[in-house]
């Protein structure tokens, strides 16, 4: 059973914008660490973003600082991908992950998030 329900994804222009949104029905996100990953064919899994649930902190890919933006609305318990000026190499399935603030990373809030949890995906194609 998925504990985290993504939407959002979709075909979009280069220089195009879409929200990602991450849901999570049967708990609070309170405290917990957030966090979108991508995976594109023949690429490996990038962490893309992250919301410490300890600090507040937060950790942008190089590839999309200055374009995207992760935020939580704490009445709604969901948290968003905000991505702008998106780039053909943005395609991807996107995944949001939780996990415990204990395990975030040593320098930033992105751990592997392997024992947390995850939602099903949601594919984001970026094409002319």
């Known amino acids: 059973q998925v504990l985290l329900v993504e939407s959002g994804g979709g075909l979009v222009q280069p220089g195009g914008s879409l929200r990602l949104s991450c849901a999570a029905p049967d708990f609070t996100l309170d405290f917990y660490a957030m966090a979108w990953f991508r995976r594109a064919p023949g690429k490996e899994r990038e962490g893309v973003s992250c919301?410490?649930?300890?600090?507040?902190?937060?950790y942008y890919a190089g590839s999309v600082k200055g374009r995207f933006t992760i935020s939580r609305d704490k009445v709604e318990n969901t948290f968003y991908l905000e991505m702008n000026n998106l780039k053909p190499e943005d395609t991807a399935v996107y995944y949001c992950?939780?996990?415990?603030?204990?395990?975030?990373?040593?320098?930033?809030?992105?751990?592997?998030?392997?024992?947390?949890?995850w939602g099903q995906g949601t594919q984001v194609t970026v094409s002319s």
């Open positions: 992950a939780t996990d415990l603030p204990e395990r975030e990373g040593k320098t930033s809030c992105l751990g592997d998030f392997s024992s947390g949890n």
């Open positions: 919301l410490s649930g300890s600090d507040g902190s937060t």
